[in-house]
């Protein structure tokens, strides 16, 4: 089985302009996911699918492959879409968002591990077990599945409610998925669903429209760049990162 890593870099973040090229110890931050993500031996190939040529000079510079697309996609999952259907002989495609900066080698590996062994999902979503404090954050999402890993739902609520339980646990969506090359095709002949409008998750589309959507738990959460506060926390936090060391 081929496996294809698309990272989608958008230049005009709404939150973060410029967000792909803004530097983290002197290096733009699409390059240091790019790096991790190249450091994953699952992978077969790295490709960053960018929006406009200063990303594309800026990764080639650091020895990357890049991709341009439309800027008119709504989002991340459609730009890497336009990439992922050119390239015919991949059979899982790994989505990684360009904000993801301390994603490891290993938990991608881990995500491709069990999609290998869990084929029947057409695309798999990990998740984080966090607590109420975290859970209350309206820009975490959280994820409602099952016991046979089926993912319900996805909500920006605090969900679900715990009704009868003292201890509540709540499940994070992580930010790094994998999909089947069939179920990223699929997913995006689809129009927009009433969930995705309304909760504003790009992925309830799948669910609404019967795609088979899996999870995971992992003790590793992440920790995605979408304010100027976590860019801060990420410079000072990026100086004790063992990985960043090998690139």
Do not use: W
């Not at 870099?9 to 240091?32: C, E, F, M, Q, T």
């Not at 995971?216 to 060391?245: E, M, P």
């Amino acid at each position: 089985m081929k496996i294809l890593a698309l990272i989608p870099a958008r230049l005009n973040s709404l939150r973060l302009p410029g967000k792909p090229l803004l530097k983290i110890d002197n290096i733009p931050l699409v390059v240091h996911v790019m790096k991790r993500v190249m450091m994953c031996k699952k992978i077969d190939r790295v490709i960053v699918c960018a929006d406009d040529i200063k990303t594309k000079d800026i990764v080639e510079k650091y020895n990357g492959e890049c991709l341009l697309t439309n800027k008119k996609h709504r989002n991340g999952t459609e730009r890497i879409n336009e990439i992922a259907s050119k390239f015919k002989n991949y059979q899982l495609i790994i989505d990684v968002q360009c904000d993801e900066i301390f994603i490891n080698p290993s938990q991608l590996s881990r995500l491709i591990t069990f999609h290998k062994k869990n084929n029947n999902f057409d695309i798999v979503i990990p998740n984080k077990f966090i607590s109420t404090r975290e859970a209350k954050n309206i820009n975490v999402v959280k994820i409602i599945s099952n016991q046979y890993n089926n993912i319900l739902y996805m909500t920006r609520s605090l969900a679900p409610s715990f009704f009868r339980q003292k201890k509540n646990i709540y499940k994070k969506h992580l930010d790094y998925i994998s999909f089947t090359s069939e179920g990223l095709k699929n997913y995006n002949k689809l129009e927009k669903s009433i969930n995705e409008k309304s909760e504003g998750i790009e992925l309830n589309r799948a669910l609404d429209c019967g795609l088979k959507v899996g999870t995971f738990s992992t003790n590793v959460n992440n920790f995605s760049i979408n304010t100027k506060k976590d860019l801060f926390l990420a410079r000072k936090l990026i100086k004790k990162c063992s990985i960043r060391k090998k690139y």
